[in-house]
């Protein structure tokens, strides 16, 4: 089983990644714990979005390389990582702009 990753690490990162890609949507804060905004502009919900992309990506990488040895990071994975952060962020869009208030 040497050189794969334990399976708690590819969960934790894709809950933390289904949260952190929901969370934009489903509260008025900015980042969370920032000034109310009531509607919240779709220009900061992308940007929300966008930053916590990169903290789970960051969190990913601590886990990959406290568990062993880092892959090489090349724009491929970075279109990927971006595609599935997008599509996690489905029900949370879905939730906000297509379901009937």
């Known amino acids: 089983m040497t050189g794969l990753v334990p399976a708690w690490a590819v969960v934790c990162v894709l809950l933390a990644a289904f949260v952190a890609a929901n969370l934009p949507f489903f509260n008025e804060r900015l980042f969370v714990v ?15 979005l966008l930053a916590y992309a990169g903290l789970v990506a960051v969190l990913g990488r601590l886990l ?5 040895r880092v892959s090489p990071l090349r724009w491929e994975f970075v279109a990927v990582w971006l595609c599935v952060f997008l599509t996690l962020a489905f029900p949370g869009f879905v939730w906000r702009h297509l379901r009937k208030h």
């Open 34 to 48: 920032g000034p109310r905004r009531d509607p919240k502009p779709v220009a900061w919900r992308v940007v929300e």
């Open 64 to 68: 990959e390389s406290h568990l062993g």
